[in-house]
């Protein structure tokens, strides 16, 4: 589930562009007032459809950065007071961090390594614990949000290196340079905003102590911590170490403490098993990497955890009946 706050303005915007807001949010289940409020939930793949689909039917390829902007800080309801009232923007981080599943349980926020690798420089990753990758629209309005959040926060142009995004332009390169103010790079591996890592030492104006305790204890009271299955467990070590890091059993299990052969019971236990949840989590990214980007299937093939292109060969004709060039190029070619 998301707060519906998190769609909030999204009817006035429809209806801006010729629709009929209300309308499209009942296709999906959703009442239109319900944005209004701040204790509303709506499934997450709900929210993600109607966006989605008001960026197709009203031809807005750009409606997930219109959003953003017309967004504040308000739409993650007493999460925004502990945030607004920090002392300093790492604090603020943190707190989105550890608390981001009050908003829904569904999205992280994460600093990273940069990806590209440079001293001083980190990265802030917007993703999904169910939805990999996520829809385009929900990316680009979830980032922009951030990005927005922060702007707001640090007063101003916080130093800003580049934007990640994991989709293909959905509109102008120069929409998405115009927005975040910084050179965006498309089809990359997750969803990023590259940042300064002296940003978190960048002190808050007015913020009150008092007020962010009060809403971290309101929040720890009311909003306890989402369990996580051994699976969805296993499966988020593996799609972040995927690529990069190790993703067999032995260092999944050192993450989690557990002896291989423990781990390997318990998942059999669940009625699955590690190489099947390594299999669909390779599947995912491959179908993402292959049919999203342009990217050689030489870096496909790393990026998947594999060492041999023919490796990925055989591995997509078993899991789509085709080959890798095939897909790409879509049915009927």
Do not use: K
């Amino acid at each position: 589930m998301v707060r519906a706050a998190g769609l909030r303005g999204l009817p006035g915007l429809i209806g801006e562009l010729g629709g009929d807001g209300p309308a499209l949010m009942a296709r999906f289940g959703v009442d239109a007032a319900a944005l209004d409020t701040d204790d509303a939930v709506i499934p997450t793949l709900s929210a993600g459809r109607a966006l989605e689909t008001a960026a197709a039917s009203l031809d807005c390829p750009d409606l997930g950065l219109r959003l953003a902007a017309r967004q504040d800080i308000a739409v993650l309801g007493p999460l925004a007071i502990a945030i607004e009232n920090s002392a300093t923007l790492g604090e603020a981080l943190d707190c989105a961090t550890r608390f981001l599943f009050v908003h829904s349980p569904a999205l992280t926020v994460a600093q990273v390594p940069d990806p590209a690798g440079r001293a001083g420089v980190v990265g802030l990753r917007y993703a999904s614990t169910e939805l990999d990758p996520l829809p385009p629209q929900i990316c680009d309005n979830g980032l922009g949000l951030l990005h927005r959040i922060i702007v707001l926060l640090a007063g101003g142009r916080y130093g800003l290196r580049s934007v990640h995004l994991t989709h293909r332009p959905l509109a102008p390169v120069a929409r998405y340079t115009e927005f975040f103010g910084a050179d965006v790079r498309f089809a990359q591996e997750a969803a990023v905003l590259r940042v300064p890592a002296a940003l978190h030492q960048t002190r808050l104006a007015g913020g009150n102590r008092v007020l962010r305790e009060v809403a971290l204890d309101y929040m720890r009271t009311h909003f306890p911590a989402p369990e996580q299955t051994l699976e969805q467990q296993v499966r988020q070590l593996i799609t972040q170490s995927l690529g990069s890091a190790p993703a067999d059993i032995a260092a999944v299990g050192r993450r989690l403490q557990t002896h291989p052969r423990t781990l390997q019971r318990r998942l059999s236990a669940a009625g699955t098993t590690f190489d099947q949840i390594l299999d669909e989590v390779r599947r995912e990214r491959a179908h993402r990497l292959i049919t999203t980007t342009d990217l050689p299937f030489t870096q496909v093939t790393a990026m998947v955890g594999l060492t041999e292109q023919s490796a990925l060969s055989r591995a997509v004709r078993r899991w789509f009946g085709t080959s890798p060039r095939d897909l790409r190029r879509g049915p009927g070619h």
